[in-house]
Nanobody
């Protein structure tokens, strides 16, 4: 029901914009959280955007570099990432839940399949 895209290989300091597009659901009813999972590590909540686009939340590790936004008419949520570092390398997934934002995996039942982001020279 959610498909991520926009991942790829980028050099340190570069930028990428991820998209999370919904099908079969009315996305404007959902708060969306972007998670990431690096190799050998647990899943980390990166950013969340509530219904109506406010408020938004960011992990300390990405504040000032990542921006989450949504276009409900296009059923798409975006994650704009700037000044990427190798530590940002991970599979990025979006997850949706009714009501408000959460950073806990257990709160989500709707997930995308993920898109790989690799930051390397």
């Amino acid at each position: 029901q959610f498909v991520e895209s926009g991942g790829g290989l980028v050099q340190p300091g570069g930028s990428l914009k991820l998209s999370c597009t919904a099908s079969e659901v009315t996305v404007n009813h959902y708060a969306i959280t972007w998670f990431r999972q690096a190799p050998g590590k647990g899943r980390e909540a990166v950013s969340c955007i509530n219904v109506g686009a406010e408020p938004t939340h960011y992990a300390d590790s990405v504040k000032g570099r990542f921006t989450v936004s949504r276009d409900d008419a296009k059923r798409t949520i975006y994650l704009q990432m700037h000044n990427l570092t190798p530590e940002d390398t991970a599979v990025y997934s979006c997850a949706a839940r009714l009501t408000y934002c959460s950073d806990q995996e257990v709160d989500f039942t709707l997930w995308g399949q993920g898109t790989q982001v690799t930051v390397s020279t």
